[in-house]
């Protein structure tokens, strides 16, 4: 069954240090990939999304992301992170082809926790 | 406006009680789900409709059972609560079933006590 692992699972930085969170998939065929956050006792909003072409990916607030197929990783970048970036990441992957077509399948999120 | 909306925020009920979470969506969209939260914050997918025909039903139990009237609609009705269904459920919808990303509800804390 396809599977989405979060490495990272509490980050702690400081405000303007550099982010990355990885992300990595199992499934060898064709997916669509997403970031979402979740703020302080918000819902889920999608920070950024890969459907296909450029591997390199831009979203909301900073965030990019990477594909990196022969790795099955999509990592979460920022430059600089800010105290309002505290929140809970989470990668998902959808994967065509497979039995879980159609579903989100969600990694198990990273606490991001930024000090000012 | 909000896109995806569901009633309640909150739900603290004891423990044998029947339930009903209520989800609208004005995106027009064709594809609605039920996703649960639990308190490792790990997101599941629990049922997916799409114009109001249901099709994903992952392992749940039966005394979960979705309702859809219309595509812009999707509730969950859970009988007999358990100590265990305590969680955060979240209401989602996107443009149709496939790959493409979803818009998510506020959540629904949900309490069995």
């Known amino acids: 069954a396809q599977s989405v692992s979060q490495h990272n699972h509490h980050v702690i930085l400081s405000e303007a240090a550099s982010l990355e969170l990885g992300c990595n998939y199992s499934?060898?065929?064709?997916?669509?990939l997403f970031w979402y956050v979740q703020y302080p006792g918000q819902h889920l909003q999608l920070l950024l999304k890969?459907?296909?072409?450029?591997?390199l990916v831009k979203g909301i607030k900073g965030f990019e992301a990477e594909f990196i197929k022969s790795k099955f990783s999509f990592n979460l970048r920022k430059p600089s992170v800010q105290w309002s970036d505290t929140a809970e990441y989470f990668c998902a992957v959808n994967a065509y082809g497979s039995s879980n077509t159609g579903k989100l399948i969600f990694g198990q999120g990273t606490t991001l926790q930024v000090k000012p | 406006d909000t896109a995806v909306s569901q009633t309640p925020k909150y739900l603290v009920t004891q423990m044998g009680n029947d339930k009903s979470i209520k989800c609208e969506q004005n995106?027009?969209?064709?594809?609605m789900y039920w996703y649960k939260q639990d308190s490792k914050k790990f997101l599941k997918i629990m049922f997916s409709?799409?114009?109001?025909?249901?099709?994903i039903n992952e392992t749940v139990p039966n005394r979960f059972s979705p309702k859809s009237p219309d595509k812009a609609h999707l509730n969950l009705h859970i009988n007999s609560l358990e100590l265990g269904d305590s969680a955060v459920y979240f209401c989602a919808s996107s443009p149709y079933t496939g790959g493409t990303e979803a818009f998510f509800g506020q959540g629904t804390r949900l309490t069995v006590v």
């Open positions: 409709y799409n114009n109001k025909e249901l099709i």
């Open positions: 995106l027009g969209h064709d594809t």
């Open positions: 499934y060898g065929g064709t997916v669509n």
């Open positions: 890969y459907f296909s072409g450029d591997p």
